[in-house]
């Protein structure tokens, strides 16, 4: 696969009813959750990694795209699953996360959810609304390839529109307002050292959402994109555990 290509894959076998959306992070790509993605493909469930709205082409096009672009994306997604499965969870890296919360929110039948450094409050919130909604500056520092191990590339860009950076921040606010409705089983990974997104973050979701079913488990050796650093086979290995887990459940 391409690092900027969605995967969209029925499943096969014993888990061919079962489907899983995964979603990247603000200013990512597919690449970097393609190895958890192909990962869960071979165990036979159904797949959907969507590419959001301006990503994976050129920032300029991400300075096009709304915040209900990207719920728009997951929500179309998670339709396809719908339609091809009997359950469905949701996962997701940083902004990918806060997706998947998006959907539990407003779906609860969902399955289930897996958050890896989810993002759902960010310390500079108000000058993100500032900024984006004046366009000035236009561009903003890079946030990618933040992970312990050497030479990695998430494929992410090197700038960010600051008006895309306003629509993550009301995405931000939509999401954390509607947490206590997330009431389906949840496995939340929070990296004990993360440059991206503070990990005060994963301890606010853990607490806020009213899921009776929730666990939060620590990565140890990987900064915040722990889907392609130190800790990625942690990662995979527990969200297979938790789905094959829940897939059964009634």
Not at 17 to 26: A, D, E, N, Q
Not at 27 to 52: F, I, K, N
Request: charge should be negative; charged fraction near 25%; proline fraction near 6%.
């Amino acid at each position: 696969m391409k690092w900027n290509e969605p995967l969209f894959k029925a499943g096969s076998g014993e888990q061919a009813r079962v489907g899983v959306l995964v979603s990247h992070g603000f200013t990512g790509s597919p690449h970097s959750v393609q190895e958890l993605a192909l990962r869960l493909a071979d165990a036979g469930y159904a797949v959907a990694m969507p590419l959001l709205t301006g990503h994976g082409r050129t920032p300029e096009e991400l300075e096009k795209a709304l915040w209900t672009d990207w719920t728009a994306d997951a929500s179309q997604a998670f339709a396809w699953l719908q339609e091809r499965t009997d359950r469905v969870f949701a996962t997701g890296l940083s902004m990918g996360g806060t997706l998947a919360l998006y959907l539990a929110e407003r779906h609860p039948e969902i399955a289930g959810i897996v958050t890896i450094n989810a993002l759902i409050r960010h310390p500079h919130e108000a000058l993100m609304r500032t900024v984006g909604r004046l366009g000035l500056p236009r561009w903003l520092k890079p946030v990618g390839n933040d992970t312990k191990l050497p030479g990695v590339d998430e494929k992410g860009y090197d700038r960010i529109p600051s008006r895309a950076a306003r629509q993550l921040a009301l995405l931000l606010a939509a999401v954390r307002g509607d947490l206590p409705l997330v009431r389906c089983p949840a496995l939340v990974f929070s990296s004990m050292e993360d440059h991206v997104v503070p990990p005060g973050n994963q301890s606010e979701i853990y607490e806020t959402i009213a899921s009776a079913d929730k666990t939060m488990v620590r990565i140890p050796d990987s900064y915040h994109v722990a889907t392609m650093d130190n800790d990625r086979e942690l990662v995979s290995a527990r969200t297979l555990d938790f789905i094959a887990d829940r897939s059964q459940a009634r």
